[in-house]
């Protein structure tokens, strides 16, 4: 089955565009997987543990090959192109922070990759650490974080290049009730202040219903879904 | 109950060296030339092979930790050979091959065989491959999620490993340096028939303690070991003195 966008949607290109994607990953394939997801848009992918959720995100950003079909990112054909050139800002399940960086280092990493002069990338890592609320922790290391923290690092390193669009692989699932409600929010804000477009996988049917604009579901390797009233 | 046997067989066997020899023969095991040129040839060959080991061993072990490729059984065992083959087939093994028609063209370039070169080959042959263990543990055990996402920040792959894999690998290259370090000063039987037991031109610590013993030497023998004993331990905390000062250093820097 084929999901087509929404007539009723933002228009101009679809961000993020799957066409017919085919991956296979240990037991399990995906097949025929097809989706579209626009311009800020915050779409949600569901779907049960083993899925496959993670499979495809990490396709999307280009650390998995696809067997088949077409990822599009902008209007752009991606499918063949490396992780570094798709220009996503990943934040994986584990967050898999830099054991050996400080939060500063985090937020500063892609920035230096990229050549920025000192004094740009000081701006940005303070204006980034003012939105996530890591001012005060510029300074730590991560074996000295909470769940929270982490969180909001592997966030910021994420969003720190000013990437188009963020993956964020289960990101609120090792956290409290408490910090979750102050992930929403967070999360929410994120997508306020940078309009950037967001596939966030879940199996968290709560998290879904507070966050996205459009839901996917992840169902016997196929993706159906469509967007919330 | 069982390990502290263990712990007191350790102990026992370094307390019985010490008590055997006096400050007396130690002084002039210290004294004597030959044994102050092995300390130093030791010293220096030991700190060369471990720095060998480890500029081999790191992209030996990621290689072998992060990569699926044909063949890769083959490799492994082949990385086992110098683990499991008794030391002076080692040796032997490294003497043949400097008599064949390659190993003789390279010695018309630099002279290897019963020289300070085939200590320092003799050591790397077996030390490297212990470091060569040691790293590949180290990256199995580091989380590849974190190079994973070092690429969609925009690394290339080497970046990625430079600045993201290598430091947290540290504690990793400490232990594969120490232990290669170790190895080497305690190599014999590859440096004895691959370099040779000449005073004051391959003889290294090991060695001394043959030379000592095959005279009949005991005392100066002995004196020799519990100098190996301080030296080692010397090095080995001054390793890992200066490694976990620069880790924490690290860590816990404001």
């Known amino acids: ?229 | 109950m069982i390990g502290g046997l263990y712990i007191f067989l350790i102990v026992a066997m370094v307390g019985a060296d010490t008590f055997y020899t006096s400050p007396r023969h130690l002084w002039e095991a210290l004294r004597s030339e030959n044994i102050r040129f092995a300390l130093k040839l030791s010293l220096i060959s030991c700190s060369v092979t471990a720095i060998l080991s480890l500029w081999v061993a790191v992209p030996l072990g990621y290689l072998m930790s992060r990569y699926r490729f044909r063949g890769k059984g083959v490799l492994d065992a082949i990385l086992d050979i110098p683990i499991v083959l008794p030391p002076l087939v080692i040796g032997l093994s490294l003497l043949i091959l400097f008599q064949t028609p390659p190993g003789r063209a390279i010695e018309k370039l630099v002279p290897i065989t019963y020289s300070v070169p085939s200590v320092i080959l003799a050591q790397f042959a077996v030390a490297c491959a212990f470091a060569v263990r040691t790293l590949r543990v180290t990256f199995e055990q580091l989380n590849p999620r974190g190079e994973q996402v070092a690429w969609t920040l925009g690394c290339s792959r080497s970046q990625a490993f430079w600045r993201v894999v290598l430091p947290e690998a540290r504690g990793g290259m400490l232990t594969a340096f120490t232990l290669a370090w170790a190895r080497a000063l305690g190599e014999f039987g590859p440096i004895l028939i691959f370099a040779g037991a000449t005073r004051l031109r391959t003889e290294v610590l090991s060695t001394s303690v043959f030379l000592e013993l095959s005279i009949g030497n005991l005392e100066a023998a002995v004196a020799v070991s519990l100098l190996m004993i301080v030296t080692a331990v010397l090095v080995l905390l001054l390793v890992r003195w200066f490694g976990t000062e620069t880790l924490l250093g690290k860590a816990v820097r404001p």
Request: proline residues 3%.
């Open chain 1, 1 to 229: 089955m084929v999901w087509h966008r929404d007539p009723s949607g933002k228009g101009g290109p679809a961000v993020i565009s799957l066409q017919a994607v085919a991956l296979r990953a240990g037991v399990f394939e995906l097949r025929e997987i097809s989706f579209e997801v626009d311009r800020g848009e915050y779409a949600v992918l569901m779907g049960r543990t083993g899925s496959g959720k993670t499979t495809l995100l990490e396709a999307i950003c280009g650390l998995r090959p696809v067997a088949s079909g077409a990822i599009r990112l902008m209007g752009q054909d991606v499918t063949r192109l490396g992780p570094g050139s798709r220009g996503i800002g990943y934040v994986p399940q584990d967050r898999a922070l830099f054991q050996t960086m400080t939060v500063r280092e985090h937020l500063a990493f892609a920035l230096v990759i990229r050549k920025w002069n000192r004094t740009d990338i000081a701006a940005r890592v303070t204006d980034l650490a003012r939105l996530l609320g890591l001012s005060a922790l510029l300074d730590r290391k991560p074996a000295g974080l909470s769940g929270g923290e982490s969180q909001r690092v592997a966030l910021g390193r994420g969003l720190s290049f000013r990437p188009q669009i963020l993956c964020l692989d289960e990101p609120l699932s090792a956290l409290d009730d408490e910090t979750r409600e102050e992930m929403y929010a967070l999360l929410k804000t994120v997508r306020e202040r940078t309009g950037v477009t967001t596939l966030h996988v879940t199996h968290h049917l709560g998290e879904a219903q507070c966050l996205a604009d459009r839901i996917l579901r992840l169902q016997e390797g196929r993706v159906v879904g469509g967007r919330l009233a």
